[in-house]
């Protein structure tokens, strides 16, 4: 083979190289879409938080000090992540009449939150009183955040339930990274459609880390001492305060989340900081169930940790896929 014919082989060669090399990127996807939890369908992925027993949260351990356990059996860990991950945030807001003396701190407090996230999240934003709306879809559009918020109007009742219903079925549909939703309220639902207990399964099963940011207390300790100072709650008995701020705490506890007492809305800045500062400090545990059935069952879940005195929290379970009611949707 002469040197010409040698050197054509070899130009053709690295020029089919190179569009083979150009068409395998273009089918994988790209590092800059974000990082992703559970490329694994199957993946089970565990935020777990973990504090000191005097304040504070335990930084820097290694992937060998957690144990997970599902239903009482060890786990092997397929994902381990001890720095923060990406993660989307649903901040659900109550635009219902009862919050409209404070709604101006409300957005400041939210706005400033949602300008400091890190670059890899993202965020959407849903409005609820007697209707639930979609105002952001997922993104980062930072320029209309101050329109959206300003179109807000207070008014009506509250359909917080119908709110955590819509935002675990509809708007984390399809999501496979890091979740939390986030929700501002003065806790007390009136006119939702869908009971308690819908809700709080539709939010165990969006897999969200639900953040509830509650006025109930501070409103029921407000009337207790000054009756004049009742205004719209004027006819709420003091059981109904109760037992709205149980539900709130269950529906947390069970997501993995957290209830937060502001006295009153003015302290929005701190609480949004607390929820920013527990997501930025969790680790991250994936792994695929030793239990291959998919039929729906809850599975409990336990994280243990080699870190004396520490207070370890996480979701407590979830329910597995559910491969019967999958084949009868299609």
Request: with cysteine.
């Given at each position: 083979m ?10 053709f ?8 090399l ?7 996807p790209s590092?800059q ?5 559970g ?9 777990v938080?973990?504090?000191?027993f ?6 820097g351990?290694?992937?060998?000090a ?7 059996q060890?786990?092997?860990c ?24 404070e ?12 300008e ?8 959407a934003l ?10 952001i ?29 819509v ?14 939703m ?21 939010g165990?099963r969006?897999?969200?880390?639900i ?23 004027s ?6 305060f109760?037992?709205?701020?149980l ?15 502001p006295?009153?809305?003015?302290q929005?800045?701190?609480?949004y900081?607390q ?25 409990h879940?336990?994280v ?7 207070q ?8 597995s ?6 084949n009868?949707?299609?």
């Amino acid at each position: 083979m002469t040197g010409n014919n040698k050197l054509v082989i070899a130009i053709f060669l690295l020029a089919l190289s190179t569009v083979l090399l150009c068409a395998q990127q273009q089918q994988q996807p790209s590092d800059q879409s974000g990082f992703k939890i559970g490329v694994e369908v199957n993946m089970v992925t565990v935020p777990v938080t973990v504090r000191k027993f005097e304040g504070g949260f335990v930084k820097g351990l290694p992937e060998s000090a957690f144990h997970i356990y599902e239903d009482g059996q060890l786990q092997e860990c397929s994902f381990f992540a001890q720095e923060k991950v990406p993660t989307r945030i649903a901040i659900i807001l109550d635009n219902s009449g009862s919050v409209r003396t404070e709604w101006g701190t409300i957005k400041y407090s939210t706005k400033k939150f949602l300008e400091n996230l890190a670059p890899e999240d993202a965020f959407a934003l849903v409005s609820f009183n007697t209707e639930i709306r979609l105002k952001i879809d997922w993104g980062r559009r930072m320029d209309r955040l101050d329109p959206v918020l300003t179109s807000i109007y207070c008014k009506d009742n509250t359909k917080l339930w119908d709110a955590v219903w819509v935002a675990s079925n509809d708007v984390f549909k399809g999501i496979r990274e890091k979740k939390a939703m986030i929700i501002m309220s003065d806790g007390l639902d009136n006119d939702s459609s869908v009971s308690y207990e819908e809700a709080l399964q539709a939010g165990i099963r969006s897999e969200a880390a639900i953040y509830v940011v509650s006025k109930t207390e501070a409103v029921r300790q407000m009337i207790t001492s000054d009756r004049s100072l009742q205004g719209i709650y004027s006819a709420v008995p003091q059981e109904v305060f109760v037992q709205a701020d149980l539900a709130l705490r269950r529906l947390a506890y069970e997501t993995g989340g957290r209830v937060l007492y502001p006295n009153s809305f003015g302290q929005l800045d701190n609480v949004y900081a607390q929820v920013d500062e527990e997501l930025r400090n969790q680790y991250t545990i994936g792994y695929i169930s030793t239990n291959a059935l998919k039929d729906g069952s809850y599975r409990h879940i336990e994280v243990k940790v080699d870190a004396p005195g520490a207070q370890v929290s996480s979701r407590p379970g979830y329910y597995s896929p559910d491969e019967l009611n999958e084949n009868k949707k299609r």
